[in-house]
């Protein structure tokens, strides 16, 4: 079977992955929060987690890996959005879950196994509070319920820091109902006009990091293999999740991935710097959702990645000529497989790509892009948009070549062969075939003469 080794945040090791289950490999991602459009940053670790999932389903079989993502749907800024729109937040939820699920399918992502949404898990999680409640770990003030955070004596472990730290660092907010200004909201109160549901301790809406403990709970169990997510999200939020969890007395994540963040053009992505975009607004313009991944899959997950117009160019420019190349009938090679085992190493699974297209390894070459959700059976539409002639001028240039071949006169093949090249097109032939490539200075009125 295949060796993987990944590098677990909580004991900063790469380590041999073995499951608790191999029968069924469980992996928590903390999903979106649906107000908006997803921005490129966001898409990172859905790619990132994406590439864990197909590897895991092709190492241990795809009925064999659970993989949840959730959709936290009440949350503030949902509830400003919808206040400022005059719709409701279901409506917001739905559209922008949709919104989510289609631009991340853009970028070749598979679904996850579930995609529990907050709302349908309250009950769930007031369990959970009772049970922290009951335990002394958390406790009641003024319609609140907060997690007593000095209770659990391995917070920050994750991030490496002390609660001493944490409080210096000033990320906490004080308020006069807490027992420490490190305590956070397990449960809050709503008013008449916020979304809230009945609980024990009066009408409210949960925090945000009890979801993430009580799904991960019902969907994958007390213990599970693996938890991701960005490393913007390893204090507070995943600190949040261990201290809730362990203190229900569950083992929780045994192994722990953080991807690093994006950049756009080596400044980090702000709409303050006019940098800002979206998933959405890339596609728009035009960029496939091909090219992002392979711009994101050709830097390895923990280091920062920077999002540039020339690796954009370079991107697309690589694709388009593998497209061409392809060909059925491979199998992926062990070389992506093993690539991937190491810690998620996409930059080494592309460089094997790379050598398929040297060695003119047309179903290597497929095998490799599907392996890596670069593509699905066929050649993306864009990647042949404007070169129908070329597809029809190599398959004229191959049937002149076999009937060459029984007259040995190839004198029309020399012809096409110099005319194409004139038009500045690369001819490639090989005994599978021909293969046609704009190269520099490609110019289709010059193929008008050929047809
Ligand atoms: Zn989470």
Request: aromatic fraction near 8%; proline fraction near 4%; glycine fraction near 8%.
């Amino acid at each position: 079977m295949t060796k993987i080794t990944l590098y677990n945040t909580a004991n900063r090791q790469k380590e041999p992955f073995q499951p608790i289950d191999p029968d069924n490999v469980r992996m928590y991602v903390c999903g979106p929060t649906v107000y908006d459009r997803a921005h490129l940053g966001n898409a990172r670790p859905v790619v990132v987690f994406d590439m864990l999932f197909r590897l895991l389903r092709h190492v241990y079989g795809a009925d064999h890996v659970t993989y949840v993502r959730n959709f936290t749907d009440v949350d503030d800024k949902i509830n400003a959005r919808a206040a400022e729109s005059g719709r409701s937040i279901r409506q917001i939820t739905d559209e922008t879950s949709q919104w989510y699920l289609d631009d991340m399918a853009a970028l070749g992502t598979l679904e996850p196994t579930h995609m529990p949404r907050a709302t349908e898990w309250i009950a769930q999680m007031v369990a959970m509070i009772e049970g922290l409640i009951a335990r002394g770990h958390a406790y009641e003030t003024e319609g609140h319920v907060l997690f007593r955070v000095r209770s659990y004596k391995n917070y920050g472990a994750l991030s490496g820091r002390s609660v001493d730290d944490m409080i210096a660092g000033a990320r906490v907010e004080v308020a006069p109902y807490k027992e420490d200004p490190m305590d956070f909201v397990l449960w809050k109160p709503s008013n008449a006009e916020t979304p809230g549901w009945d609980s024990p301790w009066g009408r409210g809406r949960p925090g945000w990091h009890i979801e993430c403990s009580a799904m991960s709970y019902e969907l994958l169990g007390e213990t599970f293999d693996i938890h991701g997510g960005g490393n913007d999200l390893q204090f507070p939020h995943h600190e949040n999740e261990i201290a809730q969890s362990r203190c229900m007395g569950h083992g929780f994540a045994r192994v722990w991935l953080h991807n690093e963040m994006l950049q756009v053009e080596g400044k980090k992505m702000s709409k303050s710097l006019g940098n800002f975009f979206t998933v959405r607004d890339l596609l728009d313009r035009g960029v496939p959702g091909e090219v992002i991944r392979f711009v994101f899959l050709s830097t390895h997950y923990r280091k920062p990645m920077d999002w540039t117009e020339k690796k954009r160019e370079e991107g697309e420019a690589t694709l388009r000529k593998w497209y061409r190349m392809v060909k059925d009938g491979g199998t992926v090679s062990e070389d992506i497989i093993s690539a991937l085992g190491d810690d998620l190493n996409t930059h080494g699974a592309l460089a094997v790509l790379h050598r398929a297209a040297s060695d003119e390894d047309g179903a290597g070459l497929k095998s490799g892009l599907q392996f890596l959700g670069l593509m699905g059976d066929t050649v993306p539409a864009w990647a042949i948009e404007g070169h129908d002639d070329l597809a029809d001028l190599a398959r004229l240039l191959e049937n002149t070549r076999t009937a060459a071949m029984k007259t040995k006169d190839f004198s029309e093949v020399d012809r096409l062969k110099a005319a194409l090249a004139a038009a500045g097109v690369e001819v490639r032939m090989s005994k599978s075939g021909v293969d046609l490539l704009p190269a520099e200075g490609f110019d289709p009125t010059k193929l008008e003469a050929l047809k």
